[in-house]
């Protein structure tokens, strides 16, 4: 199982806490031992910091932010209802996911990633749960579009499909194959085609080096 799609970003701006989801995975299922993992799906606090980071460096390694999908995070912030965090009954962090703004030349749309999973714990269905349950909640919000940079093997089950073909454009380079496209309304695709850019709305600051607020554009801070 992969550590997750490319890149990494800044915490800040990931939201406050939310009902934990629990669900149970085999632990041991891909090495031959019976044991059982319960572990609670978390929107990402900002405690979580500290405990995230580490989970990158394992998954990515000290280059990820020389990747093209990070040039779209890079300065931006993540969406606060689409970050979230696996924690196991103690607390301990098992796994992250943090979704992005991007624009597809003037419409809207998600970038999903980082997801990152630690070591021990993958092959256990965890960072497939988190999938999951932030393409479910990037429904029930309303977005009509999600884009990945990740392996076409682990994504493809969501309904990824190949993002070239569709008329998508990645400003920088890519392996084609882990470039991918999820309509989340049926159709979007066919109708949303161009260049993906970083959605400036959401910039972490602006001229005078002030924070902005999440959606906030530069002018209006």
Sequence with gaps: M???SDGTGDVTGCGTAAPPTSQRRNAGADHGLPRMIHFHILQERPEDAV???PLLDASFGDDRQQKTVYRLREG???LPDLCFV???DDG???ASLRFWPILIEDDPAILLGPLA???KMRGCGIGRALVRHGLDTALRRGD????????PEYYGPFGFMPATPAGLVLPGPVEPRRFQVLDLVPGASETTRGLIQRDERYALTGPT???LRPGATAQSA
Excluded: F, K, Q, W
């Excluded at 009509?144 to 392996?151: A, L, N, P, S």
């Design 2 to 4: 992969p550590g997750g």
């Design 51 to 53: 405990s995230i980071e």
């Design 209 to 211: 080096g002030r924070r």
């Design 76 to 78: 931006i912030a993540p």
């Design 144 to 151: 009509r579009m999600c884009v990945v940079v990740g392996e």
């Design 86 to 88: 696996a924690t196991d």
């Design 92 to 94: 301990r962090m098992l």
């Design 117 to 119: 999973v630690d070591p």
